[in-house]
């Protein structure tokens, strides 16, 4: 029998004198059955606070093991294997700026690349890349190649780059490149840049820009 349905079963026994004991046990016995506090039953109904956590939760380690899994695999240097160099790897970097000018005309050859060295089973693996800037600026009025062809060519690691602009709108020339797994220019070396236009041709010599 439950405590509370004891104790309303009790109270009536005492009440109707069903139960034989003395007076004063009988008046102390109600005195305390009154007393007692009614028994209720609380259910502890399911907390809406406890899911958004376990959700909050969830989401952050998702978004942790994501950015660890993107950040363990290089996707700019895959290795030939299908790995990426992440281990051990040997990284150079190639920052150069390159700067000259002749009579009429000045121009700058920037170039960044990145090579790395990494391990691939028994081997060393290589991957690159680079980008470059060439910049050729003509020193007059824009009206002296007003109906010409500009042409210009530039020498880099023995490979030639150029190109050619009919009635330029600009005094200035620009070319740019990129590429994967080619070669890094060499800081040491002179960039030779030949122009032709309006019937004069001219060169000029690009040297390092020392940081």
């Given at each position: 029998m439950e405590n509370k349905n004891f104790d309303h079963h009790l109270k009536r026994k005492v009440k109707a004198d069903e139960v034989e004991v003395p007076d004063m046990v009988r008046n102390r016995i109600n005195i305390t059955l009154n007393e007692l506090p009614e028994r209720t039953e609380h259910r502890r109904a399911p907390s809406s606070m406890m899911k958004y956590v376990l959700s909050g939760a969830i989401c952050l380690?998702?978004?942790?093991?994501?950015?660890?899994?993107?950040?363990?695999?290089?996707?700019i240097f895959p290795g030939s294997s299908g790995g990426a160099p992440n281990e051990k790897e040997d990284a150079v970097i190639y920052d150069f700026t390159f700067s000259g000018k002749s009579e009429h005309w000045k121009g700058t050859y920037e170039f960044y690349g990145k090579g790395v060295f990494?391990?691939?089973?028994?081997?060393?693996?290589?991957?690159?890349?680079?980008?470059?800037?060439?910049?050729?600026?003509?020193?007059?009025?824009?009206?002296?190649?007003?109906?010409?062809?500009?042409?210009?060519?530039?020498?880099?690691?023995?490979?030639?780059?150029?190109?050619?602009?009919?009635?330029?709108?600009?005094?200035?020339?620009?070319h740019h490149s990129s590429a994967k797994g080619g070669s890094m220019v060499e800081g040491n070396q002179i960039i030779e840049v030949?122009?032709?236009?309006?019937?004069?041709?001219?060169?000029?010599?690009?040297?390092?820009?020392?940081?």
């Open positions: 380690l998702i978004t942790f093991l994501s950015i660890s899994y993107i950040l363990d695999r290089n996707f990494y391990p691939d089973g028994d081997t060393t693996a290589y991957d690159s890349e680079s980008e470059d800037t060439f910049t050729l600026e003509f020193k007059g009025n824009l009206d002296e190649l007003r109906n010409t062809t500009v042409t210009y060519t530039y020498k880099v690691n023995a490979s030639e780059s150029g190109g050619s602009v009919e009635n330029p709108t600009s005094r200035v020339f620009q030949t122009i032709e236009w309006a019937g004069q041709k001219e060169k000029l010599y690009l040297e390092r820009v020392q940081p």
